[in-house]
């Protein structure tokens, strides 16, 4: 996006950098490093930031005021409804693609949100090995208000734990070592001290939840949560588990239906030139144009179920169209400049809110490169430059 510091990363690219890049982020835990890390950051001009920064406001505006919890009661399908919710999800992301608006101009544009957390960890140390591989100025950074890696890493280890010492807190995940993003659990560890647990090993006693750890019990009092419900249930043969619907003695960071409340529900709340139009399914009244469109289900994650070109048929075949948003088509700005064709950039925003502060403050990133008509693995396969990456934003 900033033409001179492309020009001169694309000049002096090699392979071997490449390899010996990955090298470094596969030293973070071998063997853990399990999608594409992409061969180029992102570099992000101070207006671009602004604008993205800008569009986050009006969004958290709507989320902190006082019929949120009203207007997203919906959200949250009932069979998975946790009790004990708390005020405000301590993490949240904002996922913003780079497009091209009618008069040709580069502007954000919300693709989704998330009242989730994201490679928090990973990226810490996934952005000081990247700062050194691809030169990036001194004026430039991957953290935004003032944070840097220091103050990130203690910010973030004060929220994941509480007032709790790191054994009694658990990265709750279903076959953690399994997960596509499970280096990022690593380096929870690595900086927090916090442990992945799974599911299927979480036992209950009574109000209590523990775990056991080489013969011993350990109560568990905090759960970082990365567990996704909708992935939790398209899981089979993983045998008896906890009922995390059960009232139990445990605090949440953060708690599990913020990730439904802050999420596609959300999108047809929002009024903000970088947030598309987006409308519930069941809510369309006038006829649309189903070309400028996308469909999408309320309750799916990481794409599954995108319709991109949709037909009237899509339509006519939903039975609850109430689960449905029809969200306006972007144009992804193929704005990365590689050695065969340019791709297409998405910029996740990191966002944390501790007890205590009246809004949540964007603290770091993540980037994503694409080739292909979504950002994802299944739409990029035998492509390079694509996969995850950072961003480096011009400071001011």
Request: charged share 25%; net charge negative; with cysteine.
């Amino acid at each position: 996006m900033q033409k001179d510091l492309r020009q001169q990363f694309n000049s002096q690219f090699t392979e071997e950098k490449y390899r010996a890049y990955l090298d470094k982020i596969e030293r973070i835990h071998p063997g853990s490093l399990d999608f594409r890390n992409a061969e180029t950051p992102v570099f992000v001009p101070r207006d671009f930031t602004g604008k993205m920064l800008a569009a986050c406001e009006d969004i958290i505006d709507v989320i902190t005021a006082g019929n949120f919890k009203e207007l997203t009661q919906r959200s949250i399908p009932q069979d998975i409804l946790v009790p004990n919710e708390d005020g405000h999800p301590q993490f949240l992301v904002f996922d913003f693609g780079v497009c091209e608006n009618s008069s040709g101009q580069l502007e954000p544009q919300l693709i989704e949100m998330q009242g989730f957390p994201s490679l928090f960890a990973f990226q810490v140390l996934h952005s000081s090995i990247t700062a050194d591989y691809a030169n990036v100025p001194a004026n430039y950074s991957s953290y935004l208000n003032g944070y840097d890696k220091d103050s990130y890493t203690a910010l973030f280890k004060e929220i994941v734990l509480g007032s709790h010492q790191p054994e009694n807190v658990i990265l709750l995940e279903i076959f953690p070592e399994q997960q596509k993003t499970r280096i990022d659990f690593y380096a929870t560890t690595q900086l927090t001290g916090v442990k992945p647990v799974c599911l299927t090993k979480l036992k209950a006693e009574g109000r209590q939840l523990y775990y056991e750890e080489n013969g011993r019990r350990i109560d568990v009092k905090r759960i970082y949560n990365r567990l996704i419900f909708d992935d939790l249930q398209q899981q089979k043969d993983i045998g008896e588990t906890i009922d995390l619907r059960k009232e139990y003695d445990v605090e949440w960071v953060p708690h599990p239906n913020w990730f439904y409340r802050i999420s596609k529900f959300t999108l047809p709340f929002i009024d903000n030139p970088y947030v598309p139009e987006t409308f519930f399914l069941n809510e369309v009244t006038q006829p649309v144009n189903l070309e400028d469109y996308v469909l999408k289900p309320l309750f799916s994650f990481a794409g599954m179920g995108v319709v991109i070109d949709v037909q009237q048929s899509d339509i006519d075949a939903i039975k609850d169209p109430e689960n449905w948003i029809l969200q306006r088509k972007v144009n992804y700005a193929s704005v990365i400049n590689t050695m065969d064709e340019p791709a297409k950039a998405e910029i996740r925003l990191f966002y944390f809110w501790k007890e205590g502060w009246e809004r949540p403050v964007a603290v770091h990133n993540l980037a994503r490169l694409s080739k292909g008509k979504m950002i994802g693995t299944r739409y990029n396969k035998d492509k390079t430059w694509v996969g995850g990456s950072i961003a480096y934003f011009e400071n001011a």
